[in-house]
């Protein structure tokens, strides 16, 4: 039966929860637009010496390298390591729960 009289209550665990949901960024908008992006190094790892293109492991990038560039021979060594020249990627401020663990 309905509840007559009696008001529909919140707990303050919801009521919490609904405060910080709407105050906390999550990268949208202007804001969130470099973590979107993966920060200046990107969200790919490597990068192609001859045509620039990121591949985010090894695997990738020698599959890559023999499908694009069949006369040349791979070498990982040669690829650069874009995270290590940039200092890494973003945080993920965009992704619920990653700065917070």
Not at 7 to 18: D, V
Not at 38 to 47: E, F, L, R, S, V
Request: net charge positive; glycine share 14%.
């Amino acid at each position: 039966m309905g509840r007559k009289g009696k008001t529909q209550n919140h707990t303050a665990k919801e009521l919490a929860g609904k405060q910080f949901a709407a105050t906390v960024n999550r990268g949208g908008g202007t804001a969130g637009i470099q973590d979107r992006k993966g920060g200046a190094a990107g969200h790919a790892k490597y990068q192609c010496p001859v045509c620039k293109q990121a591949a985010p492991d090894p695997k990738s990038a020698q599959a890559h390298f023999e499908s694009k560039h069949p006369k040349d021979t791979f070498d990982i060594e040669k690829w650069s390591n874009l995270h290590a020249v940039h200092g890494g990627t973003t945080q993920g401020v965009a992704v619920k729960g990653s700065a917070k663990k």
